[in-house]
């Protein structure tokens, strides 16, 4: 509303979860842009195994059953990068 730049850093495995946000930014008529970073699942594994409060590789699939895909036309710029660290 205050024509101010808004960098909104979440994690929506769901499409109507990125619905909300999005569509706020639709409201204003504000340029929306969603990065959607991924990695293969035994990158992610790792990854986890190597953290210090590690979910575990069930919880990591139950996620990925889960997860919606991001569309392109879900926000006005769309980019996806693979191998995100």
Known sequence: NKKQ???YD???LRK???DRFLGLGNDYNALTKLVFLTDNM???YKRDNDREHSVGKKVLDYQEQRLEYPEVDEADI???QFGAK
């Open 10 to 12: 979440a994690t929506n």
């Open 16 to 18: 109507d979860f990125r």
């Open 78 to 80: 769309y980019s996806i």
């Open 42 to 44: 035994n990158n992610i």
């Open 5 to 7: 730049k808004v960098v």
